[in-house]
């Protein structure tokens, strides 16, 4: 029997695959490899956000990604493959830097950009030289790789500018009524999406930070290579940060990062602004804070930064919903452990 989550609300055509059983994961895997085969998209459960995927050899199955997302043309588009061979199928390089980070982050949140191979078709990398790939750590989504035998195409599960889903609810919300397949498969365990690494350069790019972090990073690029000569591999110096900041990963609601100092300045800042919007989130992290008037919501998230990537995008997909019009975020601290979630938050709020 389905459960009762299995209907898509009226309006919505996709149709939602359960895996939490043997059995239903395994006709799930058997589904989805069918309709990838046949140049469909499908959404997918990954650890950091779902994605939309479809295979990557095939470019009218990729042009179908940047149609139902709304992306536009000039936005390139992750690989995701299973093991080093299937990795080594995509770009025209491996060097010592990407097998050093592939050797420790994946399975994972990590996404290498390198020179592709001629089989990788322009539409995925935008007609550009370089492919970003990874290997995820979701069961399922490496379940139907391996079925398919052929890289997925994957973004972000979301319409173009809105944010990325982390639980199958909210790829419904966002395309249910683009897409024929979406796959539950729990909720993302990273929760914000995967940091990218432009190996393709002389001095290794941070293009997107993320939980596998800059300083991790840095720490093994800068080890001597293990050439029994001692000296620093090639790859040896600082990450560049192309450090651009447009407005994305953002909820409906304007977004702001505030610090305060105590309950009173916070409520006597919330009620300076109560009268210029109509229903205010606030999302916490230290402590619960009272006394803020029934006008706003609040919710408090875990102050640890793993816990806290896990459930912030379903804070402000619930903002969404609830047509907040100001959300009002907590700041982090400082520390490589937040540069993720940090930078998020910005580009939120830009
Ligand atoms: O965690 C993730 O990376 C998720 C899951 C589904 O794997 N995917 C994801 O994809 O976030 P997307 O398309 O929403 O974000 C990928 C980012 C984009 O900012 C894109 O511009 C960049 O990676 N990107 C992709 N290929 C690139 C390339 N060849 N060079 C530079 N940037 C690239
Ligand atoms: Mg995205």
Redesign the pocket.
Known sequence: MPSPHSQPPAGQQARLLQTHTPELFANAVAEVVEALRKGEVVALP?E?????AANAWNPEAVRRIYEAKG?PAH????L?VVGKPMALECVAQWADPAERLAAAFWPG?L?L?LP?SARVPEIV??G?P???I?W?SHPFMQAVIQGCGFPLA?????RANEL?PTHADHVLRSLGDRIPLVVEGGQSQ?G???T?I?L?TPVARL??P?MIHETALRELLAAPADDGSGNPAESSGPLRSPGQLPR?YAPRARLETWEWKGEADLAARLRRLQPGFRRIHLISHTRVPVGLGEAVHVSVIPHDPEAFARALYAELHRCDEEQADLVVVEAVPPGPEWAGIADRLRRASA
Do not use: C, F, Q, W
Not at 75 to 78: D, F, V
Not at 154 to 158: F, G, K, R, V
């Open positions: 990954t950091t956000v779902y994605g939309l992306r936005n390139p588009i992750i995701h949140p996404t950009v592709k990398t935008a550009g370089t492919v970003g990874r995820p994957a973004p972000s599960a979301n990325s990273v914000i999406e995967s990218v432009d393709s293009l997107r993320g994305h």
